[in-house]
């Protein structure tokens, strides 16, 4: 038997049946009417001693006790019905008392505190005003009773309010349990975000320079087979290596991420300073690049965007851009912002939608993404003269 499940309703176990319930009550409502027995045969000068109509009564009034915690307040009017007859009857006053204190103390564990004061007050009311009538030894009394009926309501209460805060603090703990667990179903899907822009971003941009750097080898080996330029194709092939090498050693560093534990072994993230490395791949695609970077400096989270949109525009550009093609990439810091601007005078990207023999790509996508990361905006798309332009707008929070 739970205990401090009876004593305290609410407190115990959450799965307790109906059916258990019901059983502990019964068997707390039949030790106290053993007890009531015990205290009506044993003492005396407090009531007279009970007849069958007495015993009745008082073996009757437990019987609501059985539905105390199931319906509190219809077990204490059953109570009433049986116990205020018991004492106009002047049987002893003291064998229901354990009964009576249950009742109560059962009301105010249960129940709001309005109507516990109402009824506490209703019984108090009653039984000082009939004692008080019956004469002032009989309300003095009374008055000593009721010491013990306000200190089995005000357990009750106190009861209940501890209750209450600790069903709130188990609610609490719930809750923050909950939001640590979304905090880190988000971190882990912003992570394997991040991871798929970088991989994108640096897969698209390798593989496009070796395509290009391999169109340039097979060029040189097929235009004059007589007069092979051995130093061309060398040049070519010996680019195609670094690339691939440039390429290793990136995928490996992105990689590692989801090999540590922590975020301390992901390594310093690319910045302004790898620009220079971007413009001189793309040179050795056959690209012109003009590179003009106002500032090198800016937050880390800053400038790992600004050089992904760049490699992301150059890359685009040398895909789409044809041959002879001329990329201006210029980064000025303007304000608390980079204002960055990648244009090329080639052939325009063909339009996101997916084609019979293409599927649809991610570029811009990952750009503005990137610019959004940062809390910056992108803006993309063909220019008026020719060519396209990507322009961004990445806040830098006043650094310098």
Known sequence: MDVKHILVPGLGRRDVSAARTLREDT????????????????TSGNGRHPDALGWALL???HIPSAFRRRAPLRAFLGLV????????????????????????YTIAATGRTLRTLFLGAGVLGIMLGVKFAEGMTEGKEALRISGWIVAFLLVGVIVRVHRQYVASVVERAERAERTREEEARRRVAEERLRVARDLHDLLAHSITLVGVQTSV???????????????????????????????????????????????????????LDGLPDLAEAARTAGATVDLSVENMEAPPAVGAAAYRIVQEALTNAVRHGGPGLTVRVGIRSRGDALHLRVADDGAPPPPPGPEPDRPPGFGLLGMRERARSVGGTLDAGPRAQGGFEVAAVLP?????
């Open 27 to 42: 068997l707390l409502a039949a030790a106290a009417a053993v007890a009531a027995v015990v205290i009506a045969l044993t």
């Open 59 to 61: 073996l009757a009034a």
């Open 81 to 104: 019905v049986c116990v205020a007859p018991y004492h106009a009857l002047d049987y002893n006053h003291t064998a229901p008392m354990i009964v009576s204190m249950t009742a109560l």
């Open 217 to 271: 080898a097979a060029h040189v080996l097929q235009a004059d087979p007589d007069r092979l330029d051995r130093a061309a194709v060398a040049k070519a092939l010996d680019d195609i290596a670094e690339t691939c090498r440039t390429a290793r050693g990136e995928l490996r560093a992105t990689l590692e991420v989801l090999r540590a534990g922590s975020d301390d072994s992901r390594g310093p993230l690319p910045g």
């Open 396 to 400: 830098t929070g006043g650094h310098r």
